[in-house]
């Protein structure tokens, strides 16, 4: 049975360990990397950008030229909190005014464990499994300018692709059924990283501290859900109560908050 990818004590084990995180890199960005040291929860000093972040995983190669970033995400974010993740970990490169160049290329891979509850601009929603950004400029005739390396990738095994390349669809396997199918999952034991992978988060192989820094991280989470649940009915029942003192029928009440015309009822009497 494996241990729960979805889980911050889980994850970590799994993609800190060496082997896993330059197989996972070669397989999703395409590059081979060897590693020089792995941190969790990096901090900057001093801030970038004004804004206290830190990184779920961090890793820097032996040569100093590429850096890597991976953010495991178990509810949805808006896409600009990623993109200021990438945008400053290119900026913490500049050391002072005098400097531009930008040493390392920048790698932030997020990794995304619910469907996306957000939309493009024009009001379509988002429903792709891969993500992919770029820094390159191009020309007028959309040809590429290969300036920058520095990549953004975005994953969501919530929404299968038939076009996404193998080596990435082995992972988001991997993670997607860590999370449905722990007690019998089908995944590419022939692949280095995903079988060290699985080793790892294997519940036998997880230690009894482990086991209950895991449970513990569960238990915060449900309350944490508990609480943005009953943070959103609250926010419901205040704008369902301002219509009906403006008037409002509870028809029209029901259909703008989603409340059932029993709550609604119950508000009005309340009320008065």
């Known amino acids: 049975m494996l241990g729960n990818l979805d889980n911050e004590v889980i994850f970590k084990k799994a993609f800190t360990d060496k082997l896993v995180l330059k197989a996972f890199v070669r397989d999703v960005l395409g590059i081979e990397i060897e590693i020089d040291k792995i941190e969790t929860e990096k901090k900057f000093e001093p801030k970038i950008g004004f804004v206290d972040f830190s990184l779920d995983i961090f890793a820097e190669t032996i040569d100093k030229r590429v850096c890597i970033e991976i953010q495991r995400i178990e509810y949805d974010y808006h896409f600009d909190r990623f993109l200021h993740y990438f945008l400053m970990l290119i900026a913490e490169q500049q050391k002072s005014g005098q400097e531009y160049q930008i040493e390392r290329t920048v790698y932030v891979i997020v990794i995304l464990t619910a469907p996306y509850k957000i939309n493009e601009r024009n009001g379509r929603p988002v429903r792709d499994e891969v993500l992919l950004l770029q820094l390159n400029p191009k020309n007028l005739l959309g040809e590429i300018r290969d300036l920058y390396g520095h990549q953004f990738v975005c994953l969501n095994p919530n929404h299968p692709n038939n076009d996404t390349p193998k080596p990435i669809r082995d992972w988001l396997d991997l993670i997607y059924q860590s999370i449905y199918s722990p007690e019998r999952p089908v995944l590419n034991l022939q692949n280095e990283g995903i079988k060290k ?63 059932s015309l029993e709550q609604i009822e119950q508000l009005r009497i309340e009320k008065k």
């Open 197 to 259: 992978a699985m080793e790892l988060i294997s519940f036998e192989n997880l230690t009894p501290e482990e086991r209950a820094q895991a449970k513990n991280k569960e238990a915060a989470r449900k309350v944490l859900t508990m609480e943005r649940v009953a943070g959103k009915q609250e926010e419901k029942m205040e704008v369902a109560l301002k219509l009906i003192l403006a008037g409002s029928s509870n028809e029209f009440v029901a259909q703008i908050t989603n409340l």
